[in-house]
């Protein structure tokens, strides 16, 4: 099993950047793909971006391609998501989570970290 741990997320202004860690524990953090998700008040969760095991392939949502970037090392069981030119649509509140290859669908999940983004 993996446990995960998003950093605490914040305030910041339009145009400005977070990063949003996402510490996982066990020595088997490297065989899982990781992603990021989102959800804002009165909204489904949503897809934002995603990550193989190696770090060589990622995957984003329309909405935040060219803004967000993915990232992990694993010698630090970590796993990142780099924010820039937030926006007020990007509030939310932000989860990382983690499955085996094998499966389409996420298995672990951490709480979930919230992100404001002021005009």
């Known amino acids: 099993q993996v446990q995960l741990v998003e950093s605490e997320g914040g305030l910041v202004q339009a145009g400005g950047s977070l990063r949003l860690s996402c510490a996982a524990s066990g020595r088997t953090f490297s065989t899982y793909e990781m992603g990021w998700f989102r959800q804002a008040p009165g909204k489904e969760r949503e897809f934002v971006a995603s990550i193989n095991t190696s770090g060589g392939s990622t995957s984003y949502a329309d909405s935040v391609k060219g803004r967000f970037t993915i990232s992990r090392d694993n010698a630090k069981n970590t796993g990142y998501l780099q924010m820039n030119s937030l926006k007020p649509e990007d509030t939310a509140v932000y989860y990382c989570?983690?499955?085996?290859?094998?499966?389409?669908?996420?298995?672990?999940w951490g709480r979930g970290t919230q992100v404001t983004v002021s005009s």
């Open positions: 989570a983690a499955r085996l290859p094998v499966f389409n669908t996420y298995h672990y």
